[in-house]
């Protein structure tokens, strides 16, 4: 229909000079001409405009189809099973049938959002699940249940067999003057295949062929006890591969909040949560998103999987509290004694709190060790700080009250052959 109304326009355009050179035309004639000219011109162009737009329509609709195409084309061969069930029934009658069966491709891992609105206030602890169904089979408004135990590991407990040393027998000179022992099981591996006889390492190498090990290496532990959790509502998973997050349960945990710094190495100050009593929460490692104050401040991971009855979690920065590390110029003293340097080194450090709540906050810092005899160091001052001999560690445990600011510093002496370079920080 486009290339008619093209057709007709180029028409009217040809015929547009009418007359000829010699033969006049009234101003009554060719104000007609020009008029029915006009309105043809108006109306091919008009109907050439609506032709575009079913066109233009027609290409969206296509658009979409071949998206959709693309689409079912991409996805795998959706797999299909089948269960055959014989039943023997003396008499008749009308039964219900419940089918259990496990399938693969399945799972789930946990997350967690932490939230603590305040130093003063406790924990709000949410587990999470990310389900993954990539078996075929849509599960659309399940009843959930997500489990701790996994089914393909097996419930038997691994036996360990008769484990006998091989001794070397003859020794043989290899490149760079270095020796190898070998065994007779070297010499047995080359002239028959191998036999099984101990342990495997769950590749096809014996156990023999590899160097002496304290503990065999694929062992399993087992839990005695799997946690269950149901979901309440009804829950939707497709059978797409991803990710689907479903809320598990929401705990309150009370809390302790402490700050660490060490401003040697960083300036800021990090903020920790310790909480006692997580075992009764049935909680399993996973990564956690960490919200401070309304503000997301990063993922931490609860390591759960630990003998410690205190659990820390790090809640990241805490631009609130402001801390500086200065070396002191008046203790940089130079002296040579009997062909001995001596070097005085302070450092002062200064914490404030700007927040409106006192803060407890543990400081941390060091003084150098001695490498050799010829180097002395003495610690001269560290007032309150606890002072660890063997790694030279200086802890202060302190209070800062809001709005306020505590000082804190510490000095040594390195004593050193003035023919002997010593970096003092």
Do not use: C
Not at 21 to 40: F, H, I, K, P, W
Not at 85 to 94: F, L, N, R
Not at 248 to 263: D, G, N, R
């Amino acid at each position: 229909m486009q290339d008619v109304w093209v057709n007709e326009e180029q028409l009217l355009n040809k015929n547009s000079s009418i007359g000829g050179a010699q033969n006049g035309l009234t101003a009554a004639q060719l104000t007609a001409v020009n008029d029915y000219v006009r309105e043809r011109l108006k109306v091919t162009k008009a109907n050439w405009l609506a032709q575009q737009e079913k066109l233009t329509e027609i290409g969206r609709e296509a658009d979409k189809l071949r998206a959709q195409l693309a689409q079912y084309q991409g996805e795998q061969h959706r797999p299909t099973s089948e269960i055959v069930v014989e039943i023997d029934a003396p008499v008749e009658v009308a039964a219900t049938f419940t089918l259990n069966y496990f399938v693969s491709d399945a799972g789930w891992t946990p997350a967690y959002d932490l939230r603590a609105k305040s130093t003063s206030t406790p924990i709000e602890l949410l587990m999470k699940a990310q389900v993954i169904n990539n078996t075929g089979e849509d599960w659309t408004k399940v009843d959930l249940a997500l489990s701790s135990g996994n089914p393909t590991l097996g419930g038997n407990m691994p036996m360990l067999s008769a484990w006998v040393l091989q001794q070397p027998y003859m020794l043989e000179t290899i490149s760079g003057g270095r020796k190898k022992y070998r065994s007779r099981m070297d010499d047995e591996k080359a002239m028959a295949p191998a036999v099984a006889y101990g342990w495997s390492n769950g590749d096809g190498q014996r156990a023999e062929d590899t160097e002496a090990l304290l503990e065999v290496a694929n062992t399993v532990v087992y839990n005695t006890t799997t946690i269950e959790f149901s979901i309440d509502a009804p829950f939707s998973v497709p059978a797409d591969g991803l990710a689907h997050t479903v809320a598990v349960k929401t705990h309150t945990v009370p809390a302790i909040y402490k700050h660490f710094v060490t401003p040697k190495l960083d300036k800021d100050a990090f903020l920790y949560a310790r909480t006692t009593g997580w075992e009764d929460l049935n909680l399993l490692p996973g990564t956690a998103n960490v919200f401070f104050e309304g503000t997301y401040v990063g993922q931490s991971y609860l390591n759960l999987q630990q003998t410690k009855d205190t659990l820390d979690v790090s809640l990241g920065r805490d631009k609130g509290v402001v801390v500086e590390r200065v070396r002191r110029k008046s203790t940089n003293d130079k002296a040579v004694i009997g062909g001995k340097r001596t070097n005085t080194v302070g450092f002062d450090i200064s914490v404030r709190n700007t927040k409106g709540s006192a803060i407890d906050i543990e400081v941390r810092d060091q003084h150098p060790l001695s490498p050799q005899s010829e180097i002395e160091v003495k610690l001269i001052e560290s007032p309150d700080a606890i002072v660890n001999e063997q790694t030279g560690q200086l802890t202060w445990n302190i209070t800062v009250e809001p709005k306020a600011t505590k000082k804190l510093g510490f000095s040594y002496s390195v004593k050193h052959p003035k023919d002997m370079p010593v970096m003092l920080e």
